[in-house]
């Protein structure tokens, strides 16, 4: 297309460049006339390669918690003294099979030492709601597997183990504390690891720039490790609850209407060009 001289190219959501595979920052650069970013440590990465890009923010800023929690307990039968501590297991098959072995032994290990606690999974169809329940129903502690429930469970919890992705920050975005665990197998880890051009790789993280919240990976991805990290959370949960609210003012950019009127000035001012 960029061959074509009456054509102007817009990529809608930057690639993972600044993660993995930079070498595409050059073919953004080359065929690309503008690249509209969701963060602005993306922005900022590709104004560092001379890369033109405008940082229309992420929809995520828009998220509100549902005030009303007891009302929420109540249509799920959660003990409405119950503190209730979430998980986003993934939205994969292989990303299950991977970390709810290891959250099972979590929920035990955070049973055990509090009983207080519920245990909130919420699921994105029937097939994962399946796994979750017959891996967990012989589990002592209250388990809760809700398809499409995310924003009612995130409403409720204030801490989130979260297997890494965007759930991680959708997490962090209705106020919880996100734990951040990722493992893959052997292979996947040692063909991925020299690609990856950031220590971090939790969104939450990425975003404030420094390893904030817990980032439990591969080898370190273990309940004994999980738990402590949950446990620490808590003693500086008001500390972590400040960086929290950061984020969710970071992620804030000039917004979807600035970024459509950016789009049709430079579609008007090449036009006007021809």
């Not at 890009?53 to 109540?74: A, L, M, R």
């Not at 245990?119 to 499409?148: G, R, T, Y």
Request: charged letters at 25%; proline letters at 4%; glycine letters at 4%.
């Amino acid at each position: 297309l960029k061959k074509i001289n009456s054509t102007i190219n817009f990529q809608i959501v930057s690639p993972s460049v600044w993660a993995w595979r930079s070498g595409r920052v050059k073919q953004l650069r080359k065929f690309v006339d503008t690249t509209f970013c969701l963060f602005k440590f993306e922005h900022e990465y590709l104004k560092k390669h001379d890369v033109n890009s405008f940082h229309v923010g992420h929809p995520f800023q828009d998220i509100e918690k549902v005030e009303d929690v007891s009302s929420i307990k109540n249509r799920y039968g959660i003990n409405n003294d119950s503190e209730c501590l979430t998980f986003l297991v993934g939205s994969r098959g292989s990303e299950i099979s991977n970390m709810l072995p290891i959250y099972k032994k979590v929920i035990k290990k955070v049973y055990e030492n509090n009983k207080s606690y519920s245990f909130l999974f919420p699921v994105a169809n029937q097939d994962h709601k399946n796994i979750i329940q017959a891996e967990l129903s012989e589990l002592e502690p209250p388990v809760f597997v809700q398809i499409d429930k995310m924003k009612e469970f995130l409403s409720l919890s204030t801490f989130t183990v979260s297997t890494s992705g965007t759930a991680s920050l959708e997490a962090a975005c209705y106020g919880n504390i996100p734990i951040i665990c990722y493992k893959t197998s052997l292979i996947n880890y040692l063909i991925l690891k020299p690609l990856m051009q950031t220590n971090l790789i939790g969104l939450p993280n990425l975003i404030l720039g420094k390893n904030v919240f817990p980032e439990l990976l591969q080898n370190q991805c273990t309940p004994n490790e999980i738990f402590d990290a949950f446990i620490l959370a808590r003693e500086n949960k008001d500390q972590l609850a400040l960086r929290v609210a950061n984020v969710k003012d970071l992620i804030k950019g000039n917004g979807m209407t600035e970024g459509a009127r950016y789009l049709l000035e430079r579609v008007d001012s090449a036009s006007r060009s021809r």
